[in-house]
């Protein structure tokens, strides 16, 4: 087992990296299945890619294996060898019945994050004066409205935000308003969670359709106090 | 009945039916006139107006043109990436004086005139089925287009008239001292396939980004309509893709042939013909990210709603599968590279398998990066763990800067797989190569590290400054590492020793099967944003101006998309593998029985694309 013993030791260490280690990093949180599943295909690939360069090596990689598929002076690992044998088609039935089976748990998220808005939105410019004042104003605005969800910090903390799944938006984060026109926000803002079209489906927000409480003005003003206060600014294109 | 009484039977026929060949054109087309309107009882009731569109039973109108589009879009790419390929090879036999250059330029325009012909059959089918399927977005495209309509006839006609002047007179203006004619043929031959690429490319991307006129000449109008948003950054990114569909078919050519052939002289070769088509791949993809990119930054400026549509809309899951692909074509042709260096140049394997180690190890950070989505895929309870469908940590992985960082530091790597495969069993002799070689090591570090810290400097700026400005000095960091070490490496390698000489057709059969991976998964990339390109539009005919309003006016989801882009891939493939088959049927022939085609059956007509080889060679 000599030249698999590092390959097998490589992809036990990253699932122990990717599983245990990662995770508890200051500021991270647990990885996904399908992330762990496809960074551990990138690390197998990598090593039949590495282990079939040379003849030799993969000689020396393959050659193992194929003494054990094969039964060649394997001596005292036929018994295991048997054990692969009967064991790999029950496993991979179990993982067939555990991914078809009827189950009770919620089906997985698969919602589109940033479905497109409707033509009459998009190229919209705010209206407002960016001045101190309106930036102000703004911000008073989302401190009375989205603050509770979207927190005082602008990174999606605030005291309700813990009701929601998902999690309201955290906009101190550069992967999300930066990303954004602000057009894109008014829409959002004005039509709410409601408002998604059907390529949102399942919408799963529970942002209020804050057209019915509040004029557009207020709207363009909190755009600009969310960017102002999350330190973000919106994406253009001059 | 015996085979040659059958063959017999069909000769009685042919010579039969000679001289009334007319009639039996007239009679054909009669009755194809006839059934035609046959396609209209699959209409849609009998609507009180002009029919809007047509359908079929079972497959769907849309299903068969999607199809047919996509497989006449693959065919046109290889007969338009395959000249150019061939065209280069022919320069550098002409220029450089290596034959086997010139005989594999020739052993690939051979599959043209078949190729084109089929692209053309596929082209006419389109046609005919958009005609039928889509009458009214046909007579709105052809009264926005009619002008350009005439141009691309004409160009058909001046392309058709030199493609055969290219073929049949091979031979004739290389012995008869006219190369440089023939050379200049082969560029009429680029230049008028390019305006034939360019054409088309201006009516399929004025339905996702229409300029309109109501005013002006009907000219006045086309010309507006075909200088739209995406219609320069389209054809960039396809006349690129193309080079490298044609490199990585003639790799995966040359791979199916390496695994089958028995004499050393064929496998090396099919050994060499597979390093020059992986090679024209990999320089061409190396260049088509940042075609790519620009493209999509043309959609999202022309409408933000596009845009979001094809990066975070319902289509964005569709670039995580393009990063999957591209990511084992990045492997695949760096494997192919390092395969050569091990098997070609013996006794390389010890010196450069550390630096192939850390390269592989590099690729794979840069794509486990370019495959992490910034939403994940994750259960309820794995959503709840990371507080949503972002990972606090590797979420910030999912965006463009991040995408752009290591797609350029992928194709440094691969542009420095090439340069050790270059270097390989040679040793430097020129007094400055110890200079030399620290000033390429700087350079190179440099721009890794610039570009990464440009890539981490992205998410702190406006996206603007990003994309205007960070991004593009990237690509100018990438493309000025380049410039800057080809020329060098070219320079010491001018006088440097050969320690050990290539060895041509000693690569093991894996190296077969890579080239043949490459060339499916470019054919499945195009097949996938053929499919996003579409997309795009959602609900649209031509973007915000003319609805689509049939009962498909839907998109399909991904998982059904693949089936029709693998079923595409796939027939593709055959379609190649037919083309390739018939036009060597003639080496074949000639092969085993040892003769021309003066010895063909009687009242069999020579093949087309068979001609020029008998004649000279004897």
């Known amino acids: ?238 | 009945m015996s085979a040659i009484q059958e063959v017999e039977t069909i000769q009685r026929a042919l010579r039969a039916i000679r001289g009334q060949e007319r009639w039996l054109v007239g009679l054909l087309l009669t009755a194809g006139w006839f059934l035609l309107p046959s396609i209209g009882l699959a209409a849609e009731g009998a609507a009180a107006g002009p029919t809007e569109y047509r359908d079929i039973p079972y497959i769907g109108s849309r299903n068969l043109v999607w199809i047919v589009a996509q497989l006449h879009l693959l065919l046109a790419g290889f007969v338009l990436g395959v000249p150019i390929f061939a065209w280069l090879c022919e320069v550098i036999a002409w220029r450089g004086g290596e034959k086997r250059y010139d005989k594999l330029a020739k052993e690939f325009t051979k599959l043209l005139t078949s190729a084109y012909a089929t692209t053309a059959l596929f082209g006419g089918i389109l046609l005919f089925l958009l005609v039928a399927f889509y009458p009214k977005l046909m007579n709105y495209l052809t009264d926005v287009f009619f002008p350009s309509f005439l141009v691309y006839c004409l160009l058909f006609l001046l392309e058709t008239a030199t493609l055969y002047l290219y073929w049949y007179g091979w031979d004739a203006m290389q012995y008869g001292k006219k190369k440089t004619l023939h050379v200049f043929l082969g560029f009429l031959l680029n230049f008028f396939a390019l305006f034939i690429m360019i054409v088309p490319n201006a009516w399929a991307t004025f339905q996702s980004s229409p300029v309109v006129i109501a005013d002006g000449t009907a000219f006045e109008r086309a010309w507006a309509a075909t200088w739209n948003p995406t219609w320069w950054p389209i054809n960039i990114h396809r006349l690129i893709a193309n080079v490298v569909l044609g490199g990585y078919i003639c790799g995966a050519y040359a791979g199916v042939r390496y695994l089958s052939v028995k004499s050393t002289e064929d496998r090396e070769h099919y050994d060499w013909m597979g390093y020059v088509g992986n090679f024209i791949g990999v320089f061409g993809l190396l260049a088509l990210p940042f075609a790519g990119y620009w493209l999509m930054r043309e959609i999202y400026q022309y409408n933000q709603q596009m845009g979001i549509t094809l990066m975070g809309g319902f289509l964005s899951w569709l670039f995580i599968i393009q990063a999957m692909l591209i990511g084992v074509l990045f492997l695949g042709s760096n494997y192919y590279f390092w395969l050569g260096i091990t098997y070609r140049i013996p006794g390389s394997e010890a010196k450069y398998r550390r630096a192939m180690l850390m390269m592989l190890v590099s690729l794979l950070l840069c794509l486990a990066v370019w495959m992490t989505p910034h939403s994940l895929v994750a259960s309820i309870e794995e959503a709840q763990k990371m507080g949503g469908a972002h990972h606090p940590l590797l979420g910030v992985l999912g965006v463009m800067s991040a995408k752009m960082t290591v797609s350029n530091l992928m194709i440094l790597i691969t542009f420095m797989s090439f340069v050790m495969y270059w270097r390989a069993g040679k040793q430097d002799t020129a007094g400055w190569a110890k200079l030399g070689k620290a000033v390429m090591g700087a350079v190179l570090v440099l721009a890794s590290l610039a570009v990464i810290v440009l890539g981490i400097w992205g998410y702190f700026v406006p996206a603007i400054v990003r994309i205007n400005y960070f991004s593009t000095s990237q690509v100018a960091i990438v493309g000025f590492v380049i410039l800057t070490i080809t020329p060098l490496t070219a320079l010491l390698l001018k006088s440097a020793k050969t320690t050990t000489e290539m060895v041509w057709g000693s690569m093991p059969p894996r190296a077969g099967y890579a080239l043949v991976l490459n060339a499916v998964m470019v054919i499945l990339l195009m097949t996938l944003m053929g499919y996003a390109r579409s997309s795009s539009r959602v609900h649209w005919h031509v973007y915000g101006v003319l609805r689509d309003t049939s009962p498909y006016a839907y998109s399909p989801a991904l998982g059904s998309a693949s089936l029709i882009m693998a079923f595409c891939t796939f027939f593709f493939c055959i379609l190649v593998a037919f083309i390739f088959w018939v036009a060597t049927m003639g080496d074949k022939y000639k092969a085993t029985a040892g003769s021309g085609k003066g010895e063909l059956p009687h009242g069999i007509p020579a093949m087309a694309g068979g001609a020029p080889d008998e004649r000279q060679q004897g």
Not at chain 1, 3 to 23: D, N, S
Not at chain 1, 58 to 76: C, H, S, V, Y
């Open chain 1, 1 to 238: 087992m000599g030249a698999l013993g590092k390959p097998i030791i490589l992809m036990v260490g990253m699932y122990a990296f990717l599983k245990f280690v990662l995770p508890n990093i200051p500021g991270s949180a647990p990885l996904p299945s399908s992330l762990i599943f496809l960074y551990l295909l990138l690390t197998a690939s990598g090593i039949v890619i590495f282990e079939t360069l040379s003849g030799e090596s993969k000689d020396a990689f393959w050659g193992p294996i194929q003494r054990f598929l094969t039964g060649e002076n394997i001596g005292g690992l036929q018994a295991l060898r048997y054990g692969v044998f009967i064991l790999f088609p029950l496993l991979v039935g179990w993982q067939t019945y555990g991914s078809t089976a009827v189950s009770d748990l919620p089906p997985t998220e698969s919602r589109t994050i940033h479905p497109a808005p409707p033509g009459e939105y998009t190229g919209l410019s705010n209206p407002v004066p960016k001045t101190p004042e309106n930036i102000m104003q703004g911000k008073g605005f989302y401190a009375a409205y989205c603050s509770p969800c979207h927190g005082g910090n602008f990174d999606g903390k605030g005291p309700a935000a813990r009701g929601y799944i998902p999690a309201p938006a955290n906009f101190a984060d550069p992967t999300t308003i930066a990303m954004l026109q602000e057009s894109y926000l008014f829409w959002r803002i004005k039509k709410g969670g409601i408002g998604l079209p059907i390529e949102g489906a399942p919408w799963k927000s529970a942002m209020p359709r804050w057209e019915v409480e509040l004029p557009d003005e207020w709207i363009w003003k909190i755009i600009m106090g969310e960017y102002d206060g999350a330190h973000q600014s919106p994406r253009t294109w001059e």
